[in-house]
């Protein structure tokens, strides 16, 4: 039976509360996981109309948490071609059981704004300076990401209008991400970090930093040495200052560079692993196996992505991650159980989340992806669901998968030039012992719009717990690098 999420009334949307679900499950014989979750319930939709966009669609959410406040930031109303109507924003302050939503105000010319469109939403918690922060890729009427804009807020729910952190210097940008150095005994404390690519440059990796609040930024600089190209870096900092940036070179290989200053200089880049990638099916975009990465309380950085090395002939996509305390020496490559390196199921668009309290042997992990249960389908009949496993043990062992939501039709999701879209990426936060995302959910529509793509919550998000399947340890049996040879998602990926 499929799982379908309770649906909320097409009226304009200031502020709302999460409404419990009530959903049947949906069980995949044998294969996939092996239950389902409570049902999702939608938290937000697009508002906009504009004809040069799609509607209604939200999609690419990030997620952070800090205390019981989780904020989560989508593109909305999204362009065939590139980019969104505005970035909207959800908000709970009760560990995601209830959520307020709204748009980002004076980005695009949609919401007062100068900018034709935004992409590519990241979001931050500055603890020095009491302020949240979404980043987006402002993108200008040539559909060129013309870069990267900082909004504020202090407590999540009314937000100022955007600064601009880098760019708006004739040069193209694409995929940025922020994160703010929260331990209060970092010599850095109160830094934020804006990471962002060049596409004009070959997708020169570039970071810029902000000491008051995200008010100013510095000029950008560039990581040492030459590997210093790619995209989709999701920078993390751990306890003592050092900035540690995992990102993927392409999609050929992970690799990571630090800073131990601050952000005044960049180290060169250390490989994290090479990259196999089973091509999802469908014509999906699926973000090219961009990592996921986050961090525990004792530093340990944890990087997860889709790869097909432990498959078969590259027959579908595991979740895999690996992990480093220092940014430069990391773990080999181990794949979460989610089922048999037999089963049918390709796994991609990974969402890791770490409880920032917790590290070490009791570290608290929570996984949310996307998943097709046959991966061996088209675009016609692919089936499109979202799980979630965790480990409340750093992934010694992990929790029996869960089905979250789905299945639902590629038709039913955002089209782009690149691929039917639920987002390049997705995020989880693990608060007070659950895991919390917020994740596209597509159905069909029923009032006269194209599509019906929302923002879907587990209200309360899913517990995380330590389970019995331990960490898988297979064999390698694929070693080509990436197979998906989608270059040009590298070329312009907002």
Same mark, same amino acid.
């Given at each position: 039976?499929?799982?379908?999420?309770?649906?909320?009334?097409?009226?304009?949307?200031?502020?709302? %509360?999460?409404? %419990?679900? &009530?959903?049947?499950?949906?069980?995949?014989?044998?294969?996939?996981?092996?239950?389902?979750?409570?049902?999702? #319930?939608?938290?937000?939709?697009? @508002?906009?109309?504009?004809?040069?966009?799609?509607?209604?669609?939200?999609?690419? @959410?990030?997620?952070?948490?800090?205390?019981?406040?989780?904020?989560?930031?989508?593109?909305?109303?999204?362009?065939?071609?590139?980019?969104?109507?505005?970035?909207?924003? *959800?908000?709970?302050?009760?560990? =995601? #059981?209830?959520?307020?939503?709204?748009?980002?105000?004076?980005?695009?010319?949609?919401? =007062?704004?100068? $900018?034709?469109?935004?992409?590519?939403?990241?979001?931050?918690?500055?603890?020095?300076?009491?302020?949240?922060?979404?980043?987006?890729?402002?993108?200008?009427? *040539?559909?060129? /990401?013309? =870069?990267?804009?900082?909004?504020?807020?202090?407590?999540?729910?009314?937000?100022?209008?955007?600064?601009?952190?880098?760019?708006?210097?004739?040069?193209?940008?694409?995929?940025? $991400?922020?994160?703010?150095?929260?331990?209060?005994?970092?010599?850095?404390?109160?830094?934020?970090?804006?990471?962002?690519?060049?596409?004009?440059?070959?997708? +020169?990796?570039?970071?810029?930093?902000?000491?008051? /609040?995200?008010?100013? $930024?510095? %000029?950008?600089?560039?990581?040492?040495?030459?590997?210093?190209?790619? +995209?989709? /870096?999701?920078?993390?900092?751990?306890?003592?200052?050092?900035?540690?940036?995992?990102?993927?070179?392409?999609?050929?290989?992970?690799?990571?560079?630090?800073?131990?200053?601050?952000?005044?200089?960049?180290?060169?880049?250390?490989?994290?692993?090479?990259?196999?990638?089973?091509?999802?099916?469908?014509?999906?975009?699926?973000? /090219?196996?961009?990592?996921?990465?986050?961090?525990?309380a004792s530093g340990k950085i944890y990087v997860a992505w889709q790869d097909c090395r432990f498959r078969t002939n590259c027959a579908s996509n595991d979740i895999v991650w690996s992990m480093s305390t220092d940014g430069s020496t990391w773990s080999a490559v181990t794949r979460?159980?989610?089922?048999?390196?037999?089963?049918?199921?390709?796994?991609?668009?990974?969402?890791?989340?770490?409880?920032?309290?917790?590290?070490?042997?009791?570290?608290? +992990? =929570?996984?949310?992806?996307?998943?097709?249960? *046959? %991966?061996?389908?088209?675009?016609?009949?692919?089936? +499109?669901?979202?799980?979630?496993?965790?480990?409340? *043990?750093?992934?010694?062992? $992990?929790?029996?998968?869960?089905?979250?939501?789905?299945?639902?039709?590629?038709?039913?999701?955002?089209?782009?030039?690149?691929?039917?879209?639920?987002?390049?990426?997705?995020?989880?936060?693990?608060?007070?012992?659950?895991?919390? &995302?917020?994740?596209?959910?597509?159905?069909?529509?029923?009032?006269?719009?194209?599509?019906?793509?929302?923002?879907?919550?587990?209200?309360?998000?899913?517990?995380?717990?330590?389970?019995?399947?331990?960490? &898988?340890?297979?064999?390698?049996v694929y070693t080509a690098h990436t197979a998906n040879g989608n270059a040009s998602f590298y070329r312009n990926a907002n």
């Open positions: 039976m499929p799982l379908f999420p309770r649906r909320r009334s097409r009226r304009p949307l200031a502020a709302l %509360a999460a409404t %419990a679900a &009530a959903l049947s499950g949906l069980l995949l014989a044998g294969t996939g996981p092996a239950h389902a979750a409570t049902g999702p #319930t939608e938290i937000s939709i697009d @508002p906009f109309t504009n004809t040069t966009s799609q509607h209604a669609t939200e999609l690419e @959410p990030d997620t952070f948490a800090y205390g019981n406040t989780v904020v989560a930031s989508s593109q909305v109303g999204r362009f065939t071609d590139g980019g969104a109507s505005d970035i909207g924003w *959800n908000t709970s302050t009760d560990g =995601g #059981t209830t959520w307020q939503h709204g748009m980002l105000p004076g980005i695009t010319v949609y919401q =007062g704004g100068s $900018w034709a469109r935004v992409s590519d939403p990241a979001v931050a918690y500055d603890a020095k300076h009491g302020t949240w922060m979404v980043s987006g890729l402002v993108i200008d009427a *040539n559909v060129n /990401g013309a =870069g990267v804009s900082v909004s504020r807020s202090a407590d999540g729910i009314t937000w100022q209008n955007p600064v601009l952190a880098v760019g708006n210097d004739g040069k193209g940008y694409d995929k940025e $991400w922020i994160v703010c150095d929260d331990s209060a005994t970092s010599p850095y404390y109160g830094n934020c970090y804006v990471e962002v690519d060049v596409t004009s440059s070959n997708n +020169l990796v570039e970071l810029a930093v902000s000491r008051d /609040g995200g008010a100013t $930024w510095s %000029a950008p600089l560039s990581p040492s040495g030459s590997r210093n190209h790619g +995209l989709g /870096g999701q920078p993390l900092v751990q306890p003592n200052g050092t900035v540690v940036v995992p990102f993927s070179t392409n999609g050929t290989s992970i690799r990571a560079f630090t800073s131990t200053n601050g952000g005044g200089s960049w180290n060169s880049t250390k490989l994290v692993s090479s990259v196999s990638e089973h091509p999802v099916a469908g014509g999906l975009r699926d973000g /090219g196996g961009l990592p996921s990465a986050e961090i525990d979460v159980p989610i089922d048999a390196t037999t089963s049918t199921v390709d796994h991609f668009i990974p969402g890791i989340g770490v409880d920032h309290t917790t590290s070490g042997a009791t570290a608290k +992990l =929570g996984l949310y992806y996307y998943f097709y249960p *046959n %991966a061996n389908c088209t675009a016609a009949t692919c089936q +499109l669901e979202v799980g979630y496993t965790s480990s409340a *043990n750093g992934g010694t062992t $992990w929790s029996t998968a869960q089905t979250v939501a789905g299945p639902m039709s590629l038709s039913q999701i955002a089209s782009t030039t690149q691929g039917s879209m639920v987002g390049d990426y997705l995020s989880c936060s693990v608060v007070n012992g659950k895991g919390v &995302a917020v994740f596209a959910v597509g159905q069909t529509p029923t009032n006269g719009q194209a599509f019906d793509e929302g923002m879907y919550t587990v209200s309360g998000g899913l517990t995380v717990t330590a389970g019995t399947v331990p960490t &898988a340890t297979d064999p390698v």
